[in-house]
T-cell receptor, first 114, second 110 residues
Framework: NAGVTQTPKFQVLKTGQSMTLQCAQD?????MYWYRQDPGMGLRLIYY???????DKGEVPNGYNVSRLNKREFSLRLESAAPSQTSVYFC?????????????FGPGTRLTVL | AQRVTQPEKLLSVFKGAPVELKCNYS??????LFWYVQYSRQRLQLLLR??SRESIKGFTADLNKGETSFHLKKPFAQEEDSAMYYC????????????FGSGTRLLVRP
């Protein structure tokens, strides 16, 4: 099992450009999450999908959109990138059934917006 | 408001010394608390959770509801413990989303 995979690993954008970050998991997990990691601020939740067909805003959703394409895939889109969106983006997934609530993380995408 | 506070950005200790990484939380209810760890060039991964009440890699953490704390402790630090440690909280709603603290970098010197 590959676990949680993310593409691309690195990306440089110019202000105003758009891009989509891809995430996929092969663990049959119900829930998926997008976080951004900034120095001194830890991980902040951007959007999440508690189950296939649903998405909800997290702590910092402005400037982003998401799509839960199917149970495996959850993409994050930046419509018009801004320098403030320079960050490392992590996708995660979890089973969310019973008492199990461990989130499994992808390797991250390092995004720089010039 | 739900919040997780890790007051130390950096904690530097010598090998063999005791370690305590502090975590305080704010939540109206009974949350689930976790410690996640990110070693250099590796993915963020779960270290331990309070409901398991187990010791992982020599680390333990006790949930103190009175002080709303979940400090991570290890009696004798090892160089391989050097990493970024995040305390996280999950509410008991159906989303299972996590709220992370800002993280503490642990540096264990030889």
């Amino acid at each position: 099992n590959a676990g949680v995979t993310q593409t691309p690993k690195f990306q440089v954008l110019k202000t105003g450009q758009s891009m989509t970050l891809q995430c996929a998991q092969d663990m049959n997990h119900n829930s998926m999450y997008w976080y951004r990691q900034d120095p001194g601020m830890g991980l902040r939740l951007i959007y999440y999908s508690a189950s296939e067909g649903t998405t909800d805003k997290g702590e910092v959703p402005n400037g982003y959109n998401v799509s839960r394409l199917n149970k495996r895939e959850f993409s994050l889109r930046l419509e018009s990138a801004a320098p403030s969106q320079t960050s490392v983006y992590f996708c995660a997934s979890s089973m969310t059934s019973g008492s199990v609530n461990e989130q499994f993380f992808g390797p991250g995408t390092r995004l720089t917006v010039l | 408001a739900q919040r997780v506070t890790q007051p130390e950005k950096l904690l530097s200790v010598f090998k063999g010394a005791p370690v305590e990484l502090k975590c305080n939380y704010s939540y109206s209810g009974s949350p689930e608390l976790f410690w996640y760890v990110q070693y250099s060039r590796q993915r963020l991964q779960l270290l331990l959770r309070h409901i398991s009440r187990e010791s992982i890699k020599g680390f333990t953490a006790d949930l103190n509801k009175g002080e709303t704390s979940f400090h991570l402790k290890k009696p004798f630090a090892q160089e391989e413990d050097s990493a970024m440690y995040y305390c996280a909280l999950s509410g008991m709603d159906s989303s299972y989303k996590l709220i992370f603290g800002s993280g503490t970098r642990l540096l264990v010197r030889p």
